[in-house]
């Protein structure tokens, strides 16, 4: 199993920017897809951000030209960059690897998880 480890999250003002990194254990360039998940307080996981190994990137509608995924295949590290943060973007941001089969790129099925890092954005 790959190990995922995401570091720099915080506390921000609505409006500011955060980037997050997640550093794999392994060549991320063997892996078929990561993801950004994130979950609120009371809320269920969801997903934010994907990007396979072609390049390809899927978000969700609610963080469409607010957040944009990256990949560092020299560092085997995965991106997220927030921008114009809302309120509701607050919450605890996981990174994710290795897809089970037909698991669609925001869906749950990922075989790795990493501990998460904590978003918190003040209005």
């Known amino acids: 199993q790959v190990q995922l480890v995401e570091s720099w999250g915080g506390s921000v003002q609505a409006g500011g920017s955060l980037r997050l990194p997640c550093e794999a254990s392994?060549?991320?360039?063997?892996?078929?897809?990561m993801a950004w998940f994130r979950q609120a307080p009371g809320k269920e996981r969801e997903g934010v951000a994907a990007?396979?190994?072609?390049?390809?990137?899927t978000y969700a509608d609610s963080v469409k030209g607010r957040m944009t995924i990256s990949m560092n295949y020299n560092l085997n590290t995965l991106y997220l960059q927030l921008d114009s943060l809302q309120p509701e973007d607050t919450g605890m941001y996981y990174c994710a690897a290795d897809p089970a089969r037909r698991t669609p790129p925001l869906g749950p099925g990922y075989r790795n998880w990493g501990q998460g890092t904590q978003v918190t954005v003040s209005s």
């Open positions: 392994e060549w991320i360039d063997a892996l078929y897809c």
């Open positions: 990007i396979t190994r072609d390049g390809t990137t």
